[in-house]
């Protein structure tokens, strides 16, 4: 298997309910460490940067106003095929349609407001990385 690294932002639905520490407890739990977080609110320009790319998509002014409206926690993750795996503890998208015992299904208040987000790629994952983490604050 593949010792990768992805991308997460643990939301601020999640944030304001006091669900880091759980939900760090589920990402630790399923063989991912944690190698680099912080604790931030992010300014309009910041959440139109790291969405850009839905930038004509209908949701993304609700999705800039709702990523700015508290604090994030930002995180890089470590392990064996870390995108799927996280992808997998995440959940689907809609906490509805999301498997017993995944972030999104013990968390999630909507499909909005889903409590995590997580990269999609390898590609993504190294572009989110970079965008939101110096490399001297990744501690492997």
Request: charged share 30%; aromatic share 8%; net charge positive.
């Amino acid at each position: 298997m593949a010792i990768e690294r992805t991308f997460s932002i643990i939301k601020p639905d999640a944030t304001r309910r006091n669900l880091t520490g759980a939900i760090n407890a589920k990402i630790e739990a399923a063989g991912l460490r944690i190698i680099a977080q912080r604790r931030t609110k992010w300014k309009q320009a910041d959440a139109r940067k790291f969405y850009a790319v839905h930038a004509k998509r209908p949701f993304y002014k609700d999705l800039v106003k709702f990523m700015t409206s508290g604090p994030i926690v930002m995180q890089v993750l470590e392990g064996n095929n870390a995108i799927a795996k996280y992808r997998e503890i995440m959940g689907a998208t809609n906490p509805a349609n999301a498997d017993a015992g995944t972030i999104r299904k013990d968390f999630a208040e909507s499909i909005e407001a889903n409590s995590v987000h997580g990269s999609d790629s390898a590609e993504n994952a190294k572009k989110e990385i970079k965008l939101c983490f110096k490399a001297a604050e990744i501690v492997g």
